[in-house]
């Protein structure tokens, strides 16, 4: 039976949703909204069919009556809209859509004339004159016209419209509102003889009331359908949750238009949905100055942590000096000290001179023009020396700012990717450019020069192809057993074997740079052992050594020395490629 009697309500809602839904062509940012706001208008317009069409209870007869009831219902509804000023006047300056604002600085005035109404009803102490009907009356339709003002100009607000925004403008709207509540309470207090006749007493409500009611009625529904339209356009507020509010408020005047005494059930009842409809209006505007930015908010970070953790750079913030305020590194290997042990130290406490130099110069760069890129830098990291290339940006940051004492200050982004292999590339495409060409110069000259020169050219060819700063070829005698110098690099001072003249030794005698005529083998040091025999100068620290092998015996080494880095199997194979090496 009960499933009977509400059938024909539930078949209304949905009626009434799918016509909704063809009439506005929703666009799907609002679908889940206006979905709810359409089956809260219909489930309450259901029971407003059913309180103004079957009779009321008997539990609810007295209830209008009792001036206790009435206060504690318009004290809600005066918090709401205090609420309701709150979040606007607040969020104003977070907020970019000029129809909160508007909306807020309107409904502080409709709450100050509420609580006006509230005093001046029948059975209340006196509010500076004696309260009556007719005075409770015209500040209840003052603060239903202000409130009708308000959403008529949010919802006839154009969308390009943004000047509102402005400090000068909020304050100017603020004062606007106080001083047209205050001329009311002038003419509502001390001139009513001024105003229509709302109320008779004995005949009730006048027909100046409950035409103004309705003309109230159509106001809040131009402004539901105004703001139903927007729902066929991208989402740019909460055009639902508004439209929810007039229709709501539209309903509560119909209530209004109703009753005949001021004790009547439809007052108790319209005084119900007023607080509805400030609540759909509360709530509207939370979702637009708070839910809907925190939501976004709540998306920007988890987009940002996700972006962060598959970016293979490292990231920085670092302030003006140079220390460092955030590290994000998904790859922590590569930073000079542990995570949490960066921030708060400056780049100076880990990085070499060199690469401080280079960051303090790009961060110079970008603090004049908003930004640097293409430094690189050098670092010694636990996965050995690597090759960072830096991109920074400037930005303020506002953390503190406004507080007592705080000021924005000059920050950086800091963007450091890992070019280990393009320098490495780099170097390699370069060191093969240097090869052929020390290897198209020793051809050409081989015919014109003797060997003596030849011998000369070779040395200078064999520390340049491979970044050395010494080089020497040895010849070695027949009984593979002594050496004799026979060109050597102009920086390398005599004593490559011993001291005697004529620049020879024996292989016992001979040092670290001999080991490739011991093993017959191409020879690569990274780390010379200085030997007490070795008196070539300055003292090898690394070193390469080809042997020369003719005829099953080794003719000739050809030895480099003391690059920056370490020497790598670039260097053994270019030797031998210049046509001195490898037999």
């Not at 104003?92 to 509230?118: E, I, Q, W, Y």
């Not at 309260?131 to 308000?150: G, V, Y």
């Not at 100017?172 to 003889?193: D, E, Q």
Request: charged share 15%.
């Amino acid at each position: 039976m009960i499933f009977t009697a509400l059938w024909p309500s539930l078949s209304l809602i949905k009626t009434i949703h799918l016509n909704f839904k063809r009439m506005t062509m929703l666009h799907k940012s609002h679908r889940f909204e206006a979905r709810a706001a359409v089956l809260w208008i219909a489930a309450w317009g259901v029971l407003l069919g059913g309180v103004i069409f079957l009779p009321p209870p008997d539990f609810t007869r007295g209830w209008a009556s009792y001036a206790p009831a009435h206060a504690v219902l318009e004290v809600a509804s005066v918090a709401v809209a205090i609420m309701i000023f709150s979040i606007a006047w607040v969020t104003r300056r977070l907020c970019s859509n000029p129809r909160v604002l508007l909306l807020g600085v309107g409904f502080l005035g409709v709450a100050l004339l509420d609580l006006s109404h509230t005093l001046s009803f029948q059975g209340m102490p006196d509010f500076v004159t004696p309260s009556d009907p007719e005075k409770a009356i015209n500040f209840w339709l003052a603060a239903r016209t202000a409130a009708a003002l308000a959403l008529l100009g949010a919802a006839l607000m154009p969308q390009s419209v943004n000047s509102l925004t402005s400090n000068r403008n909020t304050w100017t709207a603020l004062a606007v509102t106080l001083v047209l509540v205050v001329l009311v309470h002038g003419v509502v207090l001390f001139f009513p003889h001024l105003l229509p006749r709302t109320y008779l007493p004995g005949s009730g409500l006048t027909d100046f009331k409950v035409g103004y009611e309705y003309v109230l009625v159509a106001a809040y529904l131009l402004c539901a359908w105004r703001f139903a339209y927007y729902l066929g356009k991208e989402r740019a507020f909460s055009a639902s949750g508004l439209m929810a509010a007039s229709a709501m408020m539209a309903m509560a005047e119909v209530f209004f238009t109703l009753y005949a005494d001021v004790t009547d059930v439809y007052n108790l009842m319209g005084h119900v949905y007023k607080i509805v409809a400030y609540w759909f209006l509360y709530r509207a505007l939370f979702v637009e100055t708070v839910q809907t930015p925190y939501l976004s908010l709540q998306s920007a970070q988890a987009k940002l942590a996700a972006t962060l953790k598959a970016l293979p750079d490292l990231l920085f913030e670092l302030d003006s000096d140079g220390n460092y305020l955030e590290v994000y590194a998904s790859e922590p290997s590569k930073l000079t000290a542990p995570q949490a042990e960066l921030v708060g130290r400056n780049i100076r406490d880990v990085m070499p001179e060199q690469a401080v130099v280079q960051c303090m110069g790009a961060l110079e760069q970008a603090r004049k023009q908003g930004h640097s890129r293409g430094t690189r830098i050098a670092l010694e990291v636990p996965e050995g020396q690597r090759f960072f290339e830096l991109s920074i940006s400037k930005h303020v940051r506002t953390s503190g700012f406004k507080k007592q004492g705080a000021h924005p200050s000059e920050g950086f982004l800091v963007l450091s990717r890992d070019v280990t292999e393009i320098v490495h590339q780099e170097r390699l495409v370069e060191y093969e450019a240097r090869l052929n060409a020390a290897v198209l110069e020793v051809e050409s000259n081989k015919a014109t020069e003797d060997e003596s020169a030849l011998l000369r050219h070779g040395v200078e060819l064999a520390q340049k192809i491979t970044d050395s700063e010494v080089s020497h070829i040895y010849f070695v005698a027949q009984d593979q057993l002594n050496l004799q110098l026979a060109a050597q690099s102009t920086t390398t001072m005599l004593g490559c074997c011993t001291s005697s003249e004529d620049k020879s030794c024996s292989l016992s005698q001979a040092g670290s740079w001999a080991e490739a005529l011991r093993q017959r083998l191409p020879v690569m040091i990274n780390d010379v052992a200085q030997d007490a025999n070795e008196t070539v100068y300055p003292p090898l620290s690394r070193l390469i050594s080809v042997p020369v092998i003719e005829g099953n015996k080794v003719c000739m080494l050809l030895c480099a020395g003391n690059k920056p880095q370490n020497y790598t199997s670039n260097e053994l194979d270019g030797l031998n490629r210049t046509g001195f090496g490898g037999g």
